[in-house]
């Protein structure tokens, strides 16, 4: 009856030997594999810490405990490595999920039970979306459907107070997708310079790597809370123009990651400033812009736009790309790849060929998107949502500001490390001081001193973190990355006995 | 009472000019933007002809069309140009959909009035799913959920009678980013190869520009149904080796896009056999592999195995990455972007630089690996949902069928156009010998000869073509790709009367 192939039809046809008996008479030696160092010099170099040594084993040691549960001195890998909230038992947002629900499956809406089930602003929400697009099966604009860049502008416009435009919004499969275009298109080789923060987020020098472009770190200023310096980083620039790398563009992460600090609106002016002078583009990575637990966000676009009503000759040339995601926030979708660009003040050549690229790549996904647009129009306070709504966004970010406070203050007591306030992110950033002896016995295990740390806290914890050198820190210092979403307080007091017991063993 | 910074609360922090106008008193004259010839020049000679040029014309006609519908001499794009049938009304199959609704919103499989709403065996699906993550907002493993890994193995043990591992295959964002992953690793610079067949899908010439590689094209006979010959690409490699080009890679599309060819066991068997001998890594793009009117698919791998069990010394050096996605098929979910790769007999330094770049992009979208399952995994014949399951994906299939042969009997019959059968895919791809006049009028205009046809086809009836240009077709032949998605027959009616026009108007 069934007249496609499926599997099963395709069972009984069996190719018989003999019909490629033909093939195998020829003769020769087949020639070799395929071996590393065949491949692309620019991914070999390429390092992306976050899923790097430290989290290799801790997936061998999740497999040995399910192999044997009493083989290891803990129950449980702890994964403090990466901002996974929802994989560390964080609850979606029940408005978000009910209206993704929905477009998943649209002939609900017209189903009698319906609104037994669904509260009528997620129903009217959906119902909303479906008159903007086909169905989310369907490749929607390489830009995103216009609909949600709509909502993304608004957000914006209201976050700002300057106007957003629609066209400039580029939706996107999380924030790594607009990075990697980004540095795609800018980089002409190894002559093209980065500016990046030390340390940063391995997303970018991981990019840079692969584009065979060249990294010109500038330093932040971990005593002044990590603060930026708009004279090193011109100082940087000269330097490398000496050197024959142009800068080109300067990458900001604000919030934070790792440090969590939060730029004020001053130093932002003070390197646009600078990237006015010298023609960089501004990388504005704001994936934490929600995640700001002491002080406030400003958006680059904002001071941008600022400075342009001051002086709109001497900034007339700015041009920024800022990122946001859905993996982040209150949020905390990683696995759906949501995210956006906006991208102001560019070229129109510029702007075709990223709009190229994204067409290459044909839509980011469509639920993804979707998500986007949720996130910056949630449901207001006439709506039956509300108040479930806020009461779960507030209850995920006080438990995020509380356990920051904890895990901060913790890190301060233990001896030998030090730990700036997270204003922001997810993320503590602490140096330790490592003794000599610690450097020499992590030597003999060819490790870095701060990864040999992380390796012991996870053999003996099950907390797996990052080492500072996946992000890059000043020569001498050794620093970690730890989220602070994992639940409770335990695995902090399991740490700071840890730490004791390293510190005893390793005193010099 | 919220204390944490909502739009409305950064609504209220407004810069005061007076706090920046310490940095805008520095005096310097701003350094220009940048323009298109400052870029990637890698990036500049990327081609997407599938969002190229025509579709971009059909996108300003569209415009047209909202502001004034009586503008036109038609009243609505038929987007041909790309391969996306929920855009063209193909309704989703709603098994899949019932049971992404249950994933996105878990809380409905605890409700009273589920089992009002979705079938017994969507419930059962959905609880299995979400019994292996945590949540489909969490990042899963860079290679995709393991429960889904194993879905798809299974699904391809079944379908070639080999075994299949789990840890072999990738899930990815449709097949695109599979693609980009190994084109990348493989390139070391434009002495490395890759044999691509011509005509091609555009994605792969456009990954080969943007990483710098040299496209080494292998023409496919038209006349024989556009079949492959082992001995024009040993020939192909030979010639590239005396002008120090490397072939590296051999890209077979099967069933082919934009041919709609299907490749016999033997022919990929001969193909293989070139592999082994060159040390070439073999890409089957076998995104169409349930999109099958005539004949029978079998995959590269299937043939790869079925080789080796004849001469294992000889064989023993293949490597194969094998594509699938969401988006083609009866399944026809694009928007989602699902896909796996499963990558057979590489060297295992080479698979951990495919992980590593995995991990760069930190996970395939969760919603779309889900799909990917239930794709390999539908609904048997004890489930509840396997009646409307089948009907479903019949009728997508026999549409298909259907207006496939319709649409190549039509180009058949018309003046100087001629189409081979599409034995699977989406696509005619028809020939179509134009007159002198109507190169010379293109050449006016500024146009190769198949994009002026696809302009005024276009202009006059609205539907959307890509031209053969974009695919590659052997010298002074000319082609234009077109899907058969678009329902009903009047527009395949319309193209014969402009057909008619156009030649009478262009006749020598």
């Not at 390092?47 to 801790?58: L, S």
């Not at 001195?73 to 909230?85: C, L, Q, T, Y």
């Not at 736009?305 to 700015?318: A, C, G, T, V």
């Given at each position: 009856m069934l007249r496609y192939p499926t599997t099963t039809l395709q069972r009984t046809f069996r190719m018989t030997h003999s019909t490629l008996s033909e093939v195998v008479k020829t003769k020769f030696t087949p020639a070799p594999k395929l071996v590393e160092s065949d491949l692309n010099p620019h991914t070999l170099v390429a390092k992306y810490a976050v899923r790097g040594t430290i989290p290799t084993m801790a997936e061998e040691l999740k497999a040995t405990l399910v192999s044997d549960p009493d083989a290891l001195p803990f129950d449980e890998i702890i994964a403090a490595n990466i901002g996974n909230p929802q994989q560390l038992d964080q609850k979606p947002i029940t408005f978000y999920r009910q209206v993704l629900s929905l477009v998943e499956y649209p002939d609900l809406l017209d189903n009698e039970h319906v609104s037994k089930i669904f509260p009528s602003?997620?129903?009217?929400?959906?119902?909303?979306?479906?008159?903007?697009?086909?169905?989310?099966?369907?490749?929607?604009?390489?830009?995103?459907?216009?609909y949600f860049r709509d909502t993304v502008s608004k957000y914006i416009e209201d976050r700002d107070g300057h106007p957003s435009d629609p066209e400039e919004i580029y939706l996107t499969a999380g924030a790594s997708t607009a990075v990697n275009y980004l540095l795609s298109i800018l980089t002409t080789g190894p002559e093209t310079g980065f500016l990046i923060p030390i340390p940063q987020y391995p997303l970018?020098?991981?990019?840079?790597?692969?584009?065979?472009?060249?990294?010109?770190?500038?330093?932040?200023?971990?005593?002044?809370?990590?603060?930026?310096?708009?004279?090193?980083?011109?100082?940087?620039?000269?330097?490398?123009?000496?050197?024959?790398?142009?800068?080109?563009?300067?990458?900001?992460?604000?919030?934070?990651?790792?440090?969590?600090?939060?730029?004020?609106?001053?130093?932002?002016?003070?390197?646009l400033d600078v990237s006015a002078k010298y023609g960089l583009v501004v990388i504005a990575d704001e994936v934490y812009q929600e995640n700001v637990y002491t002080g406030v966000f400003t958006s680059v676009k904002k001071v941008m736009r600022d400075l342009q009503e001051l002086d709109s000759e001497k900034y007339k040339n700015l041009q920024v790309a800022s990122l946001h995601s859905t993996s982040k926030g209150m949020i905390g979708e990683c696995g759906q790849r949501g995210g956006y660009m906006e991208i102001c003040g560019f070229d129109e050549t510029v702007v075709g060929q990223i709009l190229k690229l994204a067409s290459i790549s044909l839509c980011p996904p469509v639920i993804g998107q979707t998500l986007v647009s949720l996130m910056v129009n949630p449901p207001n306070e006439d709506h039956p949502s509300h108040d479930v709504f806020h009461c779960e966004k507030l209850g995920i970010f006080n438990a995020l500001k509380e356990r920051s406070h904890k895990l901060y203050t913790a890190f301060n007591k233990m001896e030998g490390v030090s730990c700036q306030e997270p204003q922001g992110a997810m993320y503590c950033f602490p140096s330790i001081t490592l003794s000599e002896k610690a450097k020499a016995c992590a030597k003999?295990?060819?490790?870095?001193?701060?990864?040999?740390?992380?390796?012991?806290?996870?053999?003996?914890?099950?907390?797996?973190?990052?080492?500072?050198?996946?992000?890059?820190?000043?020569?001498?210092?050794?620093?970690?990355?730890?989220?602070?979403?994992?639940?409770?307080?335990?695995?902090?007091?399991?740490?700071?006995?840890?730490?004791?017991?390293f510190m005893d063993e390793f005193r010099d």
């Amino acid at each position: 009856m069934l007249r496609y192939p499926t599997t099963t039809l395709q069972r009984t046809f069996r190719m018989t030997h003999s019909t490629l008996s033909e093939v195998v008479k020829t003769k020769f030696t087949p020639a070799p594999k395929l071996v590393e160092s065949d491949l692309n010099p620019h991914t070999l170099v390429a390092k992306y810490a976050v899923r790097g040594t430290i989290p290799t084993m801790a997936e061998e040691l999740k497999a040995t405990l399910v192999s044997d549960p009493d083989a290891l001195p803990f129950d449980e890998i702890i994964a403090a490595n990466i901002g996974n909230p929802q994989q560390l038992d964080q609850k979606p947002i029940t408005f978000y999920r009910q209206v993704l629900s929905l477009v998943e499956y649209p002939d609900l809406l017209d189903n009698e039970h319906v609104s037994k089930i669904f509260p009528s602003d997620a129903i009217d929400r959906a119902r909303e979306i479906m008159s903007n697009l086909k169905s989310v099966g369907a490749y929607s604009h390489s830009k995103g459907v216009r609909y949600f860049r709509d909502t993304v502008s608004k957000y914006i416009e209201d976050r700002d107070g300057h106007p957003s435009d629609p066209e400039e919004i580029y939706l996107t499969a999380g924030a790594s997708t607009a990075v990697n275009y980004l540095l795609s298109i800018l980089t002409t080789g190894p002559e093209t310079g980065f500016l990046i923060p030390i340390p940063q987020y391995p997303l970018y020098t991981a990019a840079i790597a692969l584009n065979n472009a060249t990294a010109l770190p500038y330093y932040l200023n971990e005593e002044d809370q990590w603060s930026i310096s708009a004279a090193e980083i011109e100082k940087t620039i000269i330097e490398a123009k000496e050197k024959g790398v142009i800068a080109r563009c300067i990458v900001l992460i604000n919030p934070g990651n790792p440090t969590g600090a939060i730029l004020t609106p001053e130093a932002i002016a003070e390197i646009l400033d600078v990237s006015a002078k010298y023609g960089l583009v501004v990388i504005a990575d704001e994936v934490y812009q929600e995640n700001v637990y002491t002080g406030v966000f400003t958006s680059v676009k904002k001071v941008m736009r600022d400075l342009q009503e001051l002086d709109s000759e001497k900034y007339k040339n700015l041009q920024v790309a800022s990122l946001h995601s859905t993996s982040k926030g209150m949020i905390g979708e990683c696995g759906q790849r949501g995210g956006y660009m906006e991208i102001c003040g560019f070229d129109e050549t510029v702007v075709g060929q990223i709009l190229k690229l994204a067409s290459i790549s044909l839509c980011p996904p469509v639920i993804g998107q979707t998500l986007v647009s949720l996130m910056v129009n949630p449901p207001n306070e006439d709506h039956p949502s509300h108040d479930v709504f806020h009461c779960e966004k507030l209850g995920i970010f006080n438990a995020l500001k509380e356990r920051s406070h904890k895990l901060y203050t913790a890190f301060n007591k233990m001896e030998g490390v030090s730990c700036q306030e997270p204003q922001g992110a997810m993320y503590c950033f602490p140096s330790i001081t490592l003794s000599e002896k610690a450097k020499a016995c992590a030597k003999e295990h060819n490790l870095q001193p701060d990864e040999f740390y992380c390796a012991k806290l996870l053999k003996s914890t099950g907390i797996c973190t990052v080492p500072g050198s996946g992000f890059g820190q000043y020569p001498g210092t050794w620093h970690l990355r730890t989220t602070f979403l994992a639940p409770g307080e335990e695995w902090i007091d399991n740490w700071a006995k840890f730490h004791k017991q390293f510190m005893d063993e390793f005193r010099d």
